[in-house]
């Protein structure tokens, strides 16, 4: 290839310049036309749509569009994301005048949706048949092959041979084979004129010829919006609103390729662009789809879902504070080119902080006036097989009090997050002799508030009638957490009262005190936490709890010790003290968001409220999500929701997970580094394969036939798990074992010429390099179970309204004999989302469709939780890949 080809953003000559945008505006037209077939088949403008509905509808549309291209050339313009193809910034106007045209056309004459889409295919049919005369002719200069192609005429031929048969159908009597001879004329006949001609008339003509005749078709009312077609060997029929659609789908998709082709000048670009455009379109098509069932199931089942949905507006700051960090990176990090417009990229960089930062000066506003922000509406529940609504509303309190796993989250996030990009501060800074005893000491203590929780957790609280728990751990809680806090704050005073010229100075010379405060600190501060309510206490200084109290100071030290880094930091010049001043900041981070995540997690474990300076720390909280976090209140005034099937569901997955990925990434990596390729191996392959093409319901009956007899005999969670773990485990098999098989031998054979051991090979290099695709294909087995229904009503019952979830956790207890461990919950059955929809639709008239769609709804977003969750790892492991 030429340098020449290679840079050009122009594949036809200057001179053709109307050709050129001539082109594009059909290619635009035809990208048009098809979102508008995919907006007709979902019925949200149906065909029939006339006057100001279809004028509003198609006004809708040019604003979006109008946005978009406007948005994109600003960016251009501004060198923020430079748009440097002739072809695309064509296309980007084309959009505009074909949508604008659209509209008013609509607005001007009395039509409807199908004859205006009928126009659209009538009018790409003219466009390529000049496109292609014009190039026969020479009126442009373009580089026509001598045919277009046996491909492309064998699929003209096919789509010629299927109108053909359905044009003959329609003009003969039925029972005659009259039809079969219009199809071959019409299918011979396409392929011959695609294959004979040249090129540039071989591509747009028959394609012209397709797509006039379907415009036709639809415009003269050969098949309009009241057409109907039952055939006597169907059950059902076709009717217009549905036919039409499809034509247009089918239409711009064969226009757009051809057009494309002319636009590129023929030759191997012009099929290298047709087929690349067409193959977008699919894709859209396809995203388009999905989209499209979210939205749908959204649409019906969100009112539902959310009613009664209420929020303290320092509940929502708290979850926004992820947010808020992920703008404020995204605002610190470059972007467009080196020549862009200043003012541009400053805007480019803060709009999303801005938007994050408008949210919570709304959340702030509310704290401050006492004004609550609220949003009513009615929803229907079912009462006496009758639909009755009932108003409620969507409201930001302007409450105080934060729930602990809400707290607990983000400040996890946040903390790891920050730990992430801190470096080391190994070697910095002097360390003195108590400050290195005492970092020797750290870990000890740890060790010793470990086995206190072993300890205690097996034998209890008061072991042999000993009442230790109220001696011996409260001694051990006492006495870690006044160390922990001491550790906590000792950075923040080694840097005050430090005899450095400098505020940088005294925090370069105190570092050792950072890693030992901020680590020491968390981990001596967890372990004495932990031992709280296994040992039965709750330490209390006068009226305040020792161990949050101790966690709020810390966090607080760490948070001062971070500010004073950063003021340290902008006085700074040097460059190498100006990087470690970055690390302690990083630390004093970590320090703030990890011990705030203690306060919570004593809470959510001692069941304890910590309030400091009016706000509350408690496990009442201030969310209230009824559908989410209450069961089925059979007599309430309000239905309540479904959290026993969204627990059911979440320890279905969890328990499935736990028992099918590491067996099925151990077989992987035996089967693939271990064991010789030969038969065994082959029927291995042979057998997951069908495994994972069996019919879910042939699962269930497995687990109902097999599993309950050796279970109790009764339906239960851990049956459920099992035979989800089955159905989850070729499938981890299967692409475990390809992308084991994915990594390079050289990986192994410089593991193996520096003298690693298999073993530490496969650890160590192999399946870090795999587990991308092992996440893979994790993701899209708990995409399957997460939605199976048929199974689970065999082993799992099917339960219309629970008022009980199923409690795991608490349901573990140690026994005297094998195995050891029990847990009666796992015995028991339980509801769970996909039954819980199956359950209303049984139901029949009983069962609350509201109810159902907003069930499926949940559904939808916990299995999109499961997807994100994974993605989220996949993207991590290959940034890691990517680093290493």
Same mark, same amino acid.
């Given at each position: 290839?030429?340098?020449?080809?290679?840079?050009?953003?122009?594949?036809?000559?200057?001179?053709?310049?109307?050709?050129?945008?001539?082109?594009?505006?059909?290619?635009?037209?035809?990208?048009?036309?098809?979102?508008?077939?995919?907006?007709?088949?979902?019925?949200?403008?149906?065909?029939?749509?006339?006057?100001?509905?279809?004028?509003?509808?198609?006004?809708?549309?040019?604003?979006?569009?109008?946005?978009?291209?406007?948005?994109?050339?600003?960016?251009?313009?501004?060198?923020?994301? +430079?748009?440097?193809?002739?072809?695309? $910034?064509? @296309?980007?106007?084309?959009?505009?005048?074909?949508?604008?045209?659209?509209?008013?056309?609509?607005?001007?004459?009395?039509?409807?949706?199908?004859?205006?889409?009928?126009?659209?295919?009538?009018?790409?049919?003219?466009?390529?048949?000049?496109?292609?005369?014009?190039? $026969?002719?020479?009126?442009?200069?373009?580089?026509?092959?001598?045919?277009?192609?046996?491909?492309?005429?064998?699929?003209?031929?096919?789509?010629?041979?299927?109108?053909?048969?359905?044009?003959?159908?329609?003009?003969?009597?039925?029972?005659?084979?009259?039809?079969? !001879?219009?199809?071959?004329?019409?299918?011979?006949?396409?392929?011959?004129?695609?294959?004979?001609?040249?090129?540039?008339?071989?591509?747009?003509?028959?394609?012209?010829?397709?797509?006039?005749?379907?415009?036709?078709?639809?415009?003269?009312?050969?098949?309009?919006?009241?057409?109907?077609?039952?055939?006597? %060997?169907?059950?059902?029929?076709? %009717?217009?609103?549905?036919?039409?659609?499809?034509?247009?789908?089918?239409?711009?998709?064969?226009?757009?390729?051809?057009?494309?082709?002319?636009?590129?000048?023929?030759?191997?670009?012009?099929?290298?662009?047709?087929?690349?455009?067409?193959?977008?379109?699919?894709?859209?098509?396809? !995203?388009?789809?999905?989209?499209?069932?979210?939205?749908?199931?959204?649409?019906?089942?969100?009112?539902?879902?959310? =009613?009664?949905?209420?929020?303290?507006?320092?509940?929502?700051?708290?979850?926004?504070?992820?947010?808020?960090?992920?703008?404020?990176?995204?605002?610190?990090?470059?972007?467009?080119?080196?020549?862009?417009?200043?003012?541009?990229?400053?805007?480019?960089?803060?709009?999303?902080?801005?938007?994050?930062?408008?949210?919570?000066?709304?959340?702030?506003?509310?704290?401050?006036?006492?004004?609550?922000?609220?949003?009513?509406?009615?929803?229907?529940?079912?009462?006496?097989?009758?639909?009755?609504?009932?108003?409620?509303?969507?409201?930001?309190?302007?409450?105080?009090?934060?729930?602990?796993?809400?707290?607990?989250?983000?400040?996890?996030?946040?903390?790891?997050?920050?730990? &992430?990009?801190?470096? #080391?501060?190994?070697?910095?800074?002097?360390?003195?002799?108590?400050?290195?005893?005492?970092?020797?000491?750290?870990?000890?203590?740890?060790?010793?508030?470990?086995?206190?929780?072993?300890?205690?957790?097996?034998?209890?609280?008061?072991?042999?009638?000993?009442?230790?728990?109220?001696?011996?751990?409260?001694?051990?809680?006492?006495?870690?957490?006044?160390?922990?806090?001491?550790?906590?704050?000792?950075?923040?005073?080694?840097?005050?009262?430090?005899?450095?010229?400098?505020? *940088?100075?005294?925090?370069?010379?105190?570092?050792?005190?950072?890693?030992?405060?901020?680590?020491?600190?968390? /981990?001596?501060?967890?372990?004495?936490?932990?031992?709280? +309510? !296994?040992?039965?206490?709750?330490?209390?200084?006068?009226?305040?709890?020792?161990?949050?109290?101790?966690?709020?100071?810390?966090?607080?030290?760490?948070?001062?010790?971070?500010?004073?880094?950063?003021?340290?930091?902008?006085?700074?010049?040097?460059?190498?003290?100006?990087?470690?001043?970055?690390?302690?900041?990083?630390?004093?981070?970590?320090?703030?968001?990890?011990?705030?995540?203690?306060?919570?997690? =004593?809470?959510?474990?001692?069941?304890?409220?910590?309030?400091?300076?009016?706000?509350?720390?408690?496990?009442?909280? #201030?969310?209230?999500?009824?559908?989410?976090?209450?069961?089925?209140?059979?007599?309430?005034?309000?239905?309540?929701?479904?959290?026993?099937?969204?627990?059911?569901?979440?320890?279905?997955?969890?328990?499935?997970?736990?028992?099918?990925?590491?067996?099925?990434?151990?077989?992987?990596?035996?089967? %693939?580094?271990?064991?010789?390729?030969?038969?065994?191996?082959?029927?291995?392959?042979?057998?997951?394969?069908?495994?994972?093409?069996?019919?879910?319901?042939?699962?269930?009956?497995?687990?109902?036939?097999?599993?309950?007899?050796?279970?109790?005999?009764?339906?239960?969670?851990?049956?459920?798990?099992?035979?989800?773990?089955?159905?989850?485990?070729?499938?981890?098999?299967?692409?475990?074992?390809? #992308?084991?098989?994915?990594?390079?031998?050289?990986?192994?054979?410089?593991?193996?010429?520096?003298?690693?051991?298999?073993?530490?090979? @496969?650890?160590?290099?192999?399946?870090?390099?795999?587990?991308?695709?092992?996440?893979?294909?994790?993701?899209?087995?708990?995409?399957?179970?997460?939605?199976?229904?048929?199974?689970?009503?065999?082993?799992?019952?099917?339960?219309?309204?629970?008022?009980?979830?199923?409690?795991?956790?608490?349901?573990? $207890?140690?026994?005297?004999?094998?195995?050891?461990?029990?847990?009666?919950?796992?015995?028991?059955?339980?509801?769970?989302?996909?039954?819980?929809?199956?359950?209303?639709?049984?139901?029949? !008239?009983? /069962?609350?469709?509201?109810?159902?769609?907003?069930? *499926?709804?949940?559904?939808?977003?916990?299995?999109?939780?499961?997807?994100?969750?994974?993605?989220?790892? &996949?993207?991590?492991?290959?940034?890691?890949?990517?680093?290493?």
């Amino acid at each position: 290839m030429s340098d020449a080809y290679a840079t050009t953003d122009r594949l036809v000559s200057a001179d053709s310049n109307s050709y050129d945008r001539g082109l594009d505006t059909a290619i635009a037209l035809s990208v048009v036309g098809f979102t508008l077939g995919l907006i007709t088949l979902v019925n949200l403008v149906p065909p029939g749509a006339s006057g100001s509905a279809l004028t509003t509808a198609l006004g809708t549309l040019l604003a979006v569009v109008v946005g978009a291209v406007g948005i994109t050339g600003l960016a251009s313009y501004t060198n923020v994301v +430079p748009v440097t193809s002739q072809r695309v $910034r064509g @296309i980007g106007l084309g959009l505009v005048v074909s949508t604008l045209a659209l509209t008013a056309l609509a607005a001007v004459l009395p039509v409807t949706m199908a004859t205006l889409l009928g126009t659209v295919l009538l009018a790409e049919a003219l466009a390529i048949t000049a496109a292609g005369v014009s190039s $026969r002719l020479e009126l442009v200069d373009t580089e026509p092959n001598m045919s277009a192609g046996l491909l492309s005429g064998g699929a003209l031929g096919a789509v010629g041979l299927a109108m053909g048969a359905a044009i003959g159908g329609a003009l003969t009597s039925a029972g005659s084979l009259l039809w079969l !001879v219009g199809a071959v004329v019409a299918g011979v006949g396409l392929f011959l004129l695609a294959i004979l001609p040249r090129e540039d008339l071989g591509s747009t003509l028959p394609t012209a010829i397709v797509v006039g005749a379907l415009g036709l078709t639809i415009v003269t009312g050969t098949i309009g919006v009241g057409w109907q077609w039952n055939p006597q %060997t169907l059950s059902g029929g076709f %009717t217009g609103g549905a036919v039409i659609p499809v034509f247009l789908l089918v239409g711009t998709l064969l226009s757009a390729w051809s057009a494309a082709k002319c636009r590129a000048g023929f030759g191997a670009r012009g099929r290298e662009y047709g087929a690349f455009l067409v193959i977008n379109l699919n894709a859209f098509l396809m !995203v388009a789809v999905m989209a499209t069932i979210v939205v749908f199931v959204t649409l019906k089942g969100v009112g539902y879902a959310v =009613h009664g949905l209420s929020v303290g507006a320092l509940t929502a700051l708290v979850l926004l504070t992820p947010a808020l960090l992920a703008a404020v990176q995204f605002a610190r990090t470059p972007a467009g080119t080196g020549d862009w417009n200043d003012g541009a990229r400053q805007l480019f960089r803060v709009l999303p902080l801005a938007a994050v930062g408008a949210l919570a000066a709304t959340f702030v506003s509310v704290l401050v006036t006492g004004s609550p922000l609220r949003y009513s509406y009615a929803y229907i529940v079912q009462v006496n097989r009758q639909g009755q609504p009932l108003d409620t509303a969507l409201a930001v309190t302007p409450d105080t009090t934060v729930g602990p796993l809400l707290l607990l989250a983000p400040a996890v996030l946040l903390a790891v997050t920050f730990f &992430r990009s801190f470096g #080391s501060l190994r070697n910095v800074g002097t360390q003195s002799e108590r400050t290195g005893s005492i970092r020797q000491a750290v870990p000890t203590a740890v060790l010793v508030l470990v086995v206190l929780i072993g300890f205690f957790l097996i034998l209890g609280p008061a072991p042999f009638g000993l009442s230790l728990g109220e001696t011996l751990g409260f001694a051990a809680v006492v006495a870690g957490a006044v160390a922990a806090g001491g550790l906590a704050v000792s950075p923040l005073v080694g840097v005050l009262t430090s005899d450095g010229p400098t505020l *940088a100075d005294s925090a370069q010379r105190e570092a050792p005190l950072f890693t030992l405060g901020v680590f020491g600190g968390l /981990g001596l501060l967890l372990a004495a936490l932990l031992l709280q +309510p !296994v040992a039965g206490i709750n330490p209390r200084v006068g009226p305040v709890n020792l161990v949050p109290a101790v966690a709020f100071g810390a966090a607080v030290a760490s948070l001062v010790l971070a500010t004073l880094t950063t003021v340290a930091k902008r006085s700074s010049e040097e460059t190498i003290t100006r990087r470690l001043l970055t690390e302690e900041t990083r630390l004093g981070l970590i320090g703030a968001a990890g011990f705030t995540a203690l306060v919570g997690l =004593h809470v959510a474990a001692t069941g304890v409220s910590f309030t400091v300076l009016g706000v509350a720390v408690s496990n009442e909280g #201030s969310l209230s999500w009824p559908m989410v976090m209450e069961a089925y209140i059979p007599l309430g005034a309000e239905p309540g929701g479904i959290m026993p099937a969204i627990v059911g569901t979440v320890w279905l997955v969890v328990g499935a997970t736990l028992f099918a990925v590491p067996l099925g990434v151990g077989a992987a990596v035996f089967l %693939t580094e271990y064991a010789e390729q030969g038969e065994f191996t082959a029927v291995v392959e042979i057998a997951t394969n069908a495994l994972w093409s069996t019919p879910s319901i042939v699962f269930g009956l497995f687990g109902a036939a097999f599993l309950i007899p050796r279970l109790g005999g009764d339906e239960s969670l851990l049956a459920g798990m099992l035979v989800l773990g089955f159905m989850l485990l070729p499938l981890v098999l299967i692409t475990s074992r390809e #992308s084991i098989k994915a990594v390079p031998d050289e990986y192994r054979d410089a593991s193996a010429a520096l003298g690693v051991t298999q073993w530490e090979t @496969i650890k160590s290099v192999v399946l870090p390099a795999a587990m991308p695709g092992v996440i893979t294909g994790v993701i899209l087995g708990v995409g399957r179970i997460a939605g199976e229904t048929a199974p689970l009503i065999l082993v799992l019952g099917s339960t219309l309204n629970a008022t009980e979830s199923v409690d795991v956790i608490d349901g573990f $207890r140690f026994v005297s004999g094998p195995p050891f461990i029990a847990n009666d919950a796992l015995l028991t059955a339980s509801a769970s989302l996909p039954t819980q929809v199956w359950a209303v639709i049984a139901a029949g !008239v009983s /069962g609350s469709p509201q109810m159902g769609w907003a069930t *499926a709804f949940i559904l939808l977003m916990v299995v999109l939780t499961f997807y994100a969750v994974g993605i989220t790892a &996949r993207t991590y492991f290959r940034r890691k890949l990517n680093y290493e």
